[in-house]
């Protein structure tokens, strides 16, 4: 059975400072990884997602990595700014190819 | 194009009654995912339906929930009898292919239900 971890379970960090969100899954047979975004109260909104072939991707501030054999990947986001601050979500599909396998979510607060 | 439309976005019950929810995938969309995120957890996969049929329903709870997804209309997610551990925020996502590497699902703002 898949599981999905998520360290530190929150972060808090000036703004500026480059943040690094790690995830961890136990199964490496995976199709794909994504990283979601969600402010309180509100939805998922998708930042990255990188197939399993992939090792990492990138788009603006953002730069996700993939290291399926070790069955890890990071979020780093350059630059912090205070509305960076939410919970950030990593989730994988499964080769069933099917459904998503979240991660408890990593709570980040960025300090003005 | 729209996205992935849920209502209503929050819902009262009290304890006992049924609980409703509905999800419009994108245009073009004929693959449907529930999922369910309790206080302070992380989301967890319940049902997967395409059109008129359940697919993979493996993490609905044994009693009291049900999914449909019907020729027409939205998928709907009933909770019958709800009690107070039923309080969460349901989400629903769309994909245009079920499974394999190419299945992107895109989420809708979700329902929050809240039973008293």
């Known amino acids: 059975k898949q599981e999905v971890t998520q360290i530190p379970a929150a972060l808090s960090v000036p703004e500026g400072e480059n943040l690094v969100l790690n995830c961890s899954f136990t199964?490496?047979?995976?199709?794909?990884l994504q990283w979601f975004r969600q402010d309180p109260g509100k939805g998922l909104t998708s930042l990255l997602l990188?197939?399993?072939?992939?090792r990492e991707q990138t788009s603006g501030r953002l730069n996700a990595s993939l290291d399926k054999s070790s069955g890890r990947s990071t979020l780093y986001i350059a630059a912090s700014q205070p509305g960076d601050s939410a919970t950030y979500l990593c989730?994988?599909?499964?080769?069933?190819?099917?459904?998503?396998?979240f991660g408890g979510g990593t709570r980040v607060l960025v300090k003005p | 194009n729209a996205g992935v439309m849920q209502n209503p976005r929050h819902l009262v019950r009290r304890r006992g009654q049924e609980a409703r929810l509905r999800c419009s995938p994108m245009?073009?969309?004929?693959?449907v995912y529930w999922y369910r995120q309790l206080p302070e957890e992380g989301l967890k996969f319940m049902v997967y339906?395409?059109?008129?049929?359940?697919?993979?329903e493996s993490g609905m709870p044994k009693e009291r929930f049900s999914a449909e997804f019907p020729k027409e209309g939205p998928s709907i997610l009933r909770i019958q009898q709800v009690v107070r551990g039923d309080s969460a925020a349901y989400f629903c996502?769309?994909?245009?292919?079920?499974?394999?590497?190419?299945?992107?699902?895109?989420f809708g703002a979700g329902t929050r239900l809240s039973v008293l």
């Open positions: 990188i197939q399993s072939s992939q």
């Open positions: 199964d490496s047979a995976i199709y794909n």
């Open positions: 989730a994988v599909l499964e080769a069933a190819g099917n459904k998503l396998t």
């Open positions: 996502a769309s994909s245009p292919i079920g499974t394999g590497p190419k299945n992107i699902q895109y």
């Open positions: 339906l395409q059109k008129e049929n359940i697919i993979d």
């Open positions: 245009k073009g969309h004929s693959h």
